[in-house]
């Protein structure tokens, strides 16, 4: 079995309450369907012969409001499986990619990930419904083919002359059907991908004018997207065409069958009546083959989905972090590209509790990615990173998260209030404690000029660059932690407020351990240690202005031998 098939089993699996309750309505609705026939025929047969026709009219009303209960009883059930399944899968791919994190921005893009996480979630969960949708046509088909055996056997002999034929169509099209619904939605993803990149650079087209090359490039898997659209309803189209020629002359043929049944004897009125109504249930092994064809865009969504579910997830710990002053240990640390590409290879390093270490390189040397290694939110391919002595990936992620801050060059407004931006986390800090992060990082002024103040709707903010690099600073200033991690945090800020922020932290931080990603000078200048990183490893670690001496070190700034300011 495939792995995107037990995905979609043990989806239905999960909601087995409600999909056995589809199921028993579906039993009863098939039941009664099949009966009917029966009934009617009997009471026609009763009116012909004058006997008594209460009962037998009794019987067809009462089979006829069971049917309509259970129709509209099988539709509410059916909507609430469907629905139920598509909430489970999209919150199991949401909880995934969560807990995936980083690892995952290498294999896919937003718009295909947002493309997997809706779309295909919301074909997969069609998944149970689909299946009993097969399950009671095909047992109807057969309900109606061997009460067409009860009443003449000759009847079923010119229908399953056919079989062959709906048989070989199905396979067919199932097969095609899944093949171009990954296809359409592959294409859907890369479309989705390209748009979500014009719009995050929707200035910069516009002040290029280059609208019109754009939207060809955006547009560019259009035509393969409409080939694999067209290419669906082409398979069902032929498998209809083909269905058309064949339904009706099964049809014709069965029915002059019966109809000389009657003429010769062998059969009633009512049987006849009957013989065409189950006829009508037989003929649903025609419509096999769309059913077929719905659940082979149900297996080509799981086949995405299982492809995100690939992604493995890092390890996630249970220990406890041990009390300590913030000691970050990195050994032997290798981070590679989804390619096997080494972005950090065998990288050791220290920063002693208290201390700030800058970490400095050419653009690529792997300083985000040392960054995002050193306080767990990427988990390394090799070699271990320890705070106080404890191994982060075998350290409980909540504990993690508390005794490490980061504050990133393009903090996102998370929360529905510049406050809760400001105090974001499992566990928010108290108004005081937001407050004096906010005048740390010099956030203060500008926030109390908000129509709100602190109160300010998120989405409403209209910041500058570095008006919003300030307020991640306080997100970061405000959580208590060990270690605080500046990832270009203040790469947007005038260097006079720099300085003032820098000052700012250094008091409000105290003895808090900080690593520093600088592009300046003057942050590198004011950490204890540097640390130079180059193409993945750490080329020098010691004071800035020790390694000023090498031109190298200076070139990393813009800085020639001429100008060698510190």
């Not at 990619?97 to 690892?103: E, N, S």
């Not at 290498?106 to 295909?112: T, V």
């Not at 619904?181 to 989705?192: G, H």
Request: include cysteine; proline fraction near 4%; charge should be positive.
């Amino acid at each position: 079995m495939r792995a995107s098939d037990r995905l979609l089993l043990s989806t239905v699996a999960r909601q087995k309450g409600l999909f056995a309750a589809l199921a028993a309505v579906r039993l009863c609705e098939t039941a009664a369907g099949l009966l009917l026939p029966y009934a009617v025929a009997r009471a026609i047969d009763t009116v012909l012969r004058r006997g008594d026709t209460i009962a037998p009219l009794v019987l067809v009303c009462a089979l006829l409001l069971l049917t309509t209960v259970t129709e509209m009883a099988g539709q509410i059930a059916e909507a609430r499986v469907r629905a139920g399944s598509t909430a489970r899968l999209r919150d199991d791919t949401f909880a995934h990619l969560f807990r995936v994190g980083l690892a995952v921005r290498g294999r896919f893009g937003s718009g295909d990930l947002l493309s997997r996480a809706t779309d295909s979630t919301a074909q997969a969960g069609g998944a149970g419904p689909g299946l009993l949708q097969a399950l009671f046509s095909a047992l109807t088909a057969a309900g109606g083919l061997v009460a067409l055996l009860l009443i003449d056997w000759r009847l079923v002999l010119v229908f399953v002359l056919g079989i062959p034929v709906v048989v070989l169509l199905a396979r067919v099209l199932i097969r095609r059907s899944t093949v171009l619904t990954l296809q359409y939605q592959q294409a859907q993803a890369e479309l989705s991908e390209r748009f979500v990149d014009a719009v995050g650079g929707a200035r910069t087209i516009r002040a290029a004018a280059a609208v019109e090359g754009e939207t060809a490039r955006v547009l560019v898997p259009l035509p393969r997207l409409r080939a694999a659209g067209t290419g669906f309803w082409e398979a069902q189209r032929h498998a209809g065409w083909y269905l058309a020629l064949l339904a009706p002359s099964l049809q014709i043929g069965v029915l002059a069958t019966g109809g000389y049944g009657v003429v010769s004897g062998r059969l009633t009125a009512g049987q006849l009546l009957a013989a065409q109504m189950y006829l009508t249930f037989a003929m649903r092994l025609m419509s096999q083959v769309g059913i077929f064809a719905e659940l082979g865009r149900v297996r080509g969504s799981a086949e995405r989905l299982r492809e995100v579910f690939a992604v493995p997830a890092p390890r996630t710990g249970n220990g406890a972090l041990p009390p300590g002053e913030g000691t970050l240990v990195l050994s032997g640390v290798t981070v590679r590209t989804a390619d096997g590409v080494p972005v950090l290879d065998r990288l050791s390093l220290s920063v002693p509790a208290g201390g700030t270490l800058a970490v400095v390189g050419a653009s690529g040397a792997g300083k985000t990615t040392l960054a995002l290694v050193a306080g767990g939110v990427l988990e390394p391919d090799e070699g271990t990173v320890t705070l106080d002595g404890a191994d982060l990936a075998a350290t409980r992620r909540s504990e993690v998260g508390a005794a490490v801050a980061y504050a990133f060059e393009r903090p996102h407004p998370l929360g529905g209030t510049v406050a809760e931006m400001i105090g974001y986390g499992d566990r928010p800090p108290p108004a005081s404690a937001i407050r004096a992060a906010a005048r740390a990082s010099r956030a203060d002024g500008f926030i109390r000029r908000l129509p709100r103040g602190y109160d300010t709707p998120v989405d409403e903010l209209r910041l500058s660059g570095g008006e919003l690099q300030r307020l991640g600073i306080a997100r970061a200033v405000c959580r208590g932690a060990r270690v605080v991690i500046l990832d270009d945090a203040m790469s947007s800020v005038d260097t006079a407020t720099e300085s003032e922020i820098a000052r700012a932290l250094r008091e409000s931080l105290g003895r808090t351990t900080r690593m520093v990603v600088a592009h300046r000078m003057s942050t590198a200048a004011a950490a204890d240690r540097v640390a130079w990183l180059e193409r993945g490893r750490i080329r020098a670690v010691g004071r800035h202005d020790e390694l000023c001496a090498d031109p190298a070190y200076r070139a990393v700034f813009g800085v020639g031998a001429q100008n060698a300011e510190v």
